[in-house]
């Protein structure tokens, strides 16, 4: 049974920093494509960062590029979202998702809130 688990979200005023993890399990992780969504209320899921099966390309939103950083440590089969430069339009659920690399079924976690806000 694939499991990911979101944790690290919270509240944090403008300007601020997060880590986001996720850690998999029931996969074979170090094969799948990684990825960081998000949805605001009232908005639609968005992609927000994702990164290859051994970190080799990264991909970033234009919204967050110079301020989101995506890795992963395979070891540990978890990936990671580092934020910087929080914003207030940067409050979502943030949700991580897994697919294999030649594969099309995709899992997700239950998500994460993250608010910023002073």
């Known amino acids: 049974q694939v499991q990911l688990v979101e944790s690290g979200g919270g509240l944090v005023q403008p300007g601020g920093s997060l880590r986001l993890s996720c850690a998999a399990s029931?996969?074979?992780?170090?094969?799948?494509?990684m990825s960081w969504y998000r949805q605001a209320p009232g908005k639609e899921r968005e992609l927000v960062a994702s990164?290859?099966?051994?970190?080799?390309?990264?991909n970033y939103a234009d919204s967050v590029k110079g301020r989101f950083t995506i890795s992963r440590d395979n070891a540990k089969n978890t990936v990671y979202l580092q934020m910087s430069s929080l914003k207030p339009e940067d409050t979502a659920v943030y949700y991580c998702?897994?697919?294999?690399?030649?594969?099309?079924?995709?899992?997700w976690g239950q998500g994460t809130q993250v608010t910023v806000s002073s």
């Open positions: 998702k897994a697919r294999y690399e030649y594969g099309l079924t995709e899992y």
């Open positions: 029931g996969l074979t992780f170090s094969r799948c494509v």
């Open positions: 990164i290859t099966s051994y970190g080799r390309n990264t």
